[in-house]
């Protein structure tokens, strides 16, 4: 849920500072502008929740706290590759491979309950998926709109 905030109020924002600025509505920056302020407050979340996230990693995959570090640093990456023209169209690719190769982690980790926040496993279950599938298919059509679809 916070994510989601981060990136909608975000938008809105860079609408409103972009419009000022520029005198006119830049939609697609704003999205990317929104898109990489919410990566970038995810990726915070690699660093201080890595137990958390690490216990979200299906078993047979090894190094998992370097996975969840590594990820981080991918979407710090990419948030900047969102905002050079040159690169916003790879980036964009980039983080929607990205985004649906972490669905299956969030699978897991509903399965199996984990808080990720509190490294523990009593979190919400299922019912967690009927919010995180739609937010990641959000997500994906929102880099896709922004990156890649130019209007």
């Not at 590759?81 to 929607?96: D, E, T």
Request: proline share 5%.
């Amino acid at each position: 849920m916070k994510p989601l905030v981060v990136l909608l109020s975000s938008f809105v924002i860079a609408v409103f500072v972009i419009k000022l600025i520029s005198k006119d509505y830049n939609f697609t920056l704003s999205a990317r502008i929104a898109m990489s302020v919410m990566l970038c407050f995810t990726a915070i979340g690699h660093f201080i929740f890595t137990k958390g996230m690490s216990m979200m990693i299906p078993p047979f995959i090894p190094f998992k706290t370097s996975l969840v570090h590594l990820t981080g640093l991918f979407e710090i990456l990419l948030a900047i590759g969102l905002l050079v023209p040159n690169l916003k169209m790879v980036s964009g690719w980039a983080l929607i491979i990205f985004l649906v190769l972490m669905l299956p982690a969030n699978i897991n980790a509903s399965v199996h309950h984990i808080d990720y926040q509190k490294g523990t496993f009593d979190g919400n279950g299922l019912s967690y998926l009927w919010f995180r599938i739609p937010l990641q298919l959000l997500f994906i059509a929102w880099t896709y709109l922004s990156s890649i679809q130019i209007f």
